[in-house]
């Protein structure tokens, strides 16, 4: 592989290019000074230490491109393969994506909102959106030539990274805060992997990676793949404009921990708006964070251009990172987009949960219940109107997170008997 230092690369065109597809991709580039990088496991700019991103030739991808061509794909994020930073062709894929977009009739009515629509991307393969920037991150750890792969995960990562490790055939190390919910936990040790619980929160597990990254030789999907991974979550913006008859929603409401997801979204409409593939993206990008642990959403609602870290305290496990890698560009996208923030009470979370399930039949982790009771200030407070067409990003399950919910549910217990079961149903009134 022809290796190619750091400054000296102004331009990627003379890397090699048969034997190795290199996609549309032409360089990474550092968002903040714009230098450009090879594409290698690299994250960070070595003169700013800004994080860099891929770069695409968007005029050779306009030439094949179209709705048609994307529309013949196969049903599953792949099916943008020329907008992802991989050869699409060896994926390593377990059929991420392209969930259900679902009209929320009922939700809706009971919220005032004549179109709203749920993305459901917690039936992904391993339960929640990470399956997008994972299947991303260890096609390209492949194609780097890495037999291992790590992360610093809140949780879904670890699943998600453990899973698709086990069908690569690659190893996998997996780092995550031992205060974690079982479901989690269960939901990535049963993939094989060495999982290893560290005690602190995962900006102090993230810390511990970042160390780990500069003396194993590992890719790490979060940490010296981060580019290639983030853009993984393109294909959520992508896929619902799609599903809406390719036109961007007026509203989206995501849930944010490092911000990446809410970024990419933002940055996949505009792609395929420059593309010429769906109209004028007038989309306004709302960020949810929980109360314990919103460092992105306090600094928008306190009119701060800088992210001040918090020490998390949320039961939204999954978004609860107190230093959020990307929060700076999220907080971007949502000026940018004349978006709205909210932080919603802890106590509030479970309520979203149990809401979307009682009016949708979806059963959302905490994360979801953050987008949901998010969602309901959104419209009280008037940034959403009736008529508008609104997103809301639903990016994990809740059979993860079933201590949020426990209390809840109470079934009612009987002997297996007519007359117990009648007896039972007149104490509480249900016949
Ligand atoms: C990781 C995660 C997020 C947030 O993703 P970021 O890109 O880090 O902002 C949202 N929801 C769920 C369920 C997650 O696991
Ligand atoms: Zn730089």
Redesign the pocket.
């Known amino acids: 592989m022809l290796r190619v230092g750091g400054v000296r690369t102004r331009s990627l065109h003379v890397l090699p290019r048969k034997g190795y597809r290199l996609a549309y991709v032409t360089a990474l580039k ?6 450009e990088y090879p594409v290698e496991p690299l994250n ?7 994080p ?1 991103e891929v770069a695409y030739d968007y005029e050779a991808i306009r030439k094949v491109i179209s709705r048609e061509q994307i529309s013949k794909g196969p049903q599953t994020m792949w099916r943008y393969a020329l907008l992802l930073p991989v050869d699409g062709e060896n994926a390593v894929d377990l059929h991420g994506g392209f969930t259900p977009l679902l009209k929320a009739n009922n939700l809706g009515k009971l919220l005032g909102l004549d179109n709203l629509y749920i993305k459901n991307d917690s039936v992904n393969p391993s339960f929640s959106f990470k399956d997008r920037v994972v299947s991303v991150a260890i096609t390209k750890a492949l194609e780097f030539g890495f037999d291992t792969v790590a992360c610093a995960s809140t949780g879904n990562l670890a699943g998600s990274v453990a899973a698709h490790a086990a069908k690569a055939g690659m190893k996998a190390l997996i780092f995550i805060p031992a205060d974690l919910e079982r479901g989690k936990v269960v939901g990535a040790g049963v993939y094989g992997p060495t999982l290893v619980s560290v005690h602190g929160s995962y900006d102090d597990v993230n810390r511990l990676c970042s160390e780990l990254a500069d003396n194993y030789h590992w890719a790490f999907v979060n940490i010296n793949l981060r580019p290639y991974y983030a853009e993984g979550s393109k294909t959520l913006g992508y896929e619902v404009a799609e599903q809406l008859g390719w036109r961007a929603p007026d509203h989206a409401v995501v849930p944010l921990a490092s911000g990446a997801l809410f970024t990419k979204i933002w940055k996949g409409l505009h792609e395929l708006q420059d593309l010429g593939l769906i109209p004028t993206v007038k989309t306004r990008m709302h960020a949810t964070q929980p109360a314990g642990c919103a460092p992105i959403v306090d600094a928008f609602l306190n009119g701060s251009r800088i992210i001040r870290p918090v020490r998390p305290n949320t039961i939204a496990k999954s978004l609860a990172i107190g230093n959020p890698a990307d929060g700076i560009y999220a907080l971007r996208a949502l000026v940018q987009s004349q978006g709205a923030a909210c932080n919603v009470p802890e106590d509030e979370i479970a309520e979203g949960v149990k809401l979307l399930a009682e009016t949708e039949g979806i059963f959302t982790e905490t994360a979801g219940g953050v987008v949901i009771s998010g969602l309901k200030r959104l419209v009280q407070a008037g940034a959403i109107k009736r008529d508008e067409l609104t997103v809301a990003f639903i990016t994990g399950n809740g059979l993860k997170t079933q201590e949020a919910v426990e209390g809840m549910v109470h079934p009612i217990t009987i002997e297996p008997t007519m007359k117990s079961f009648q007896a039972a149903m007149e104490d509480r009134q249900l016949l």
């Not at 550092?30 to 230098?35: D, T, Y």
């Not at 960070?44 to 800004?50: L, S």
Request: proline content about 0%; charged content about 35%; overall charge negative.
């Open positions: 550092c968002r903040e000074c714009e230098r960070v700019c070595e003169f700013c230490f800004g860099l």
